[in-house]
């Protein structure tokens, strides 16, 4: 069964960074496409990033161009997520999903495993 664990949330000012992480167990997770999604309240799921099985494929929604990154380690089964110039419109809470596919998609019911979430506040 395979697992998802975020961590790396928490509280941040207006244009600071922060880093987010998703370990991934129970299958080979270099097999796997990953994506970041996120839920701001009274907001419904979207999309925010993927990253191919290997690495060499990223895309992000407009709106994180250019201010968020996405990466994947896959010796240490993990995902990341560096934000950078945070603003309020940012928060919500982020989650991590794995995708049984080489590459990832913007639609969340194509993932097949979604970690527990991390909240994210951008606030000073």
């Known amino acids: 069964q395979v697992q998802l664990v975020e961590s790396g949330g928490g509280l941040v000012q207006p244009g600071g960074p922060l880093r987010l992480s998703c370990v991934f167990s129970?299958?080979?997770?270099?097999?796997?496409?990953m994506g970041w999604f996120r839920q701001a309240p009274g907001k419904e799921r979207e999309f925010v990033a993927a990253?191919?099985?290997?690495?060499?494929?990223?895309d992000y929604t407009d709106s994180v161009k250019g201010r968020f990154t996405i990466s994947r380690d896959n010796a240490k089964n993990t995902v990341y997520l560096q934000m950078n110039s945070l603003n309020p419109e940012d928060t919500a809470v982020y989650y991590c999903?794995?995708?049984?596919?080489?590459?990832?998609?913007?639609?969340?019911?194509?993932?097949?495993?979604w970690g527990q979430g991390t909240q994210v506040t951008v606030s000073s």
């Open positions: 990253i191919s099985f290997g690495g060499g494929s990223t």
């Open positions: 999903a794995a995708k049984d596919s080489p590459y990832g998609s913007r639609v969340d019911f194509e993932y097949n495993y």
């Open positions: 129970g299958r080979a997770f270099s097999s796997y496409a």
